[in-house]
């Protein structure tokens, strides 16, 4: 459950990293002034995203990134809404609110796969079985007076498969974390000079 968790974040950032990342192109293919506005808040957009990715899910931190993303979402659709009203024949408004609004919606499959956490019934099960387990096999292997040196390897290596299950689970703390390469690469190359010229 743990793996398939972190691997449904990691895939979430990826795409939201691709999705920002079309729209901010698309974007520099709309008229003045809305162009330069959408694409200073297309740069304050992946800021917030990035920041949410070393948030702890749930905190306070977090809940204000998700927030001031949100805030971002409502002035880039507003100016959008203005791009289609100002060129209603021009088809560069229409594809850019059509990735915009996909920028949108897989913000929210990002933030709800970082609140899919594994169940804590599961993980105490977990836990309580591994020391069930364990117990019965000390107990076992002290009627025969012998094996302690297993019982610590086998109590070792339980120990190493829940700490790796609880670091899976836990997306910004811990040893595995989620990566935010694709987010901090996209943010990077929007210091660039745009890529396409105002029409």
């Keep these: 459950m743990a793996v398939g968790r ?17 729209t901010y ?24 995203s990035i920041a949410l990715s070393h948030s702890i899910p749930g905190s306070a ?4 990134e998700i927030a001031e993303g949100a805030r971002l979402q409502r002035s880039l659709w507003r100016l959008a809404g203005e791009a289609l009203a100002g060129s209603p024949q021009d088809s560069a408004p229409r594809l ?17 796969a970082l609140n899919n956490r594994v169940p804590t019934a599961v993980l105490v099960i977990e836990i309580v ?3 069930i387990g364990l117990g019965l096999l000390a107990l076992y292997l002290a009627i025969l007076s012998r094996g302690v040196i297993t019982v610590v390897l086998a ?24 990566p935010d390469t694709p987010l901090v690469a996209l943010r990077a190359s929007m210091e660039l000079p745009p890529a396409a010229r105002a029409p």
Aim: hydrophobic share 50%.
């Design 96 to 112: 850019y609110v059509e990735t915009l609004n996909e920028m949108i919606d897989l913000q929210t499959v990002r933030v709800s």
């Design 155 to 178: 109590a070792a290596f339980v120990s190493v498969l829940l700490l790796i299950t609880f670091a899976l689970d836990r997306p910004t703390r811990g040893l595995v974390t989620v």
């Design 61 to 64: 931190a977090a809940k204000a």
């Design 129 to 131: 079985g591994a020391a």
């Design 6 to 22: 972190y691997d449904s974040r990691r895939a979430a950032v990826v795409a939201d990293a691709n999705a920002i990342g079309t």
């Design 25 to 48: 192109l698309r974007a520099q293919t709309l008229r003045e002034p809305v162009r330069t506005r959408s694409l200073d808040l297309l740069v304050r957009y992946t800021d917030t």
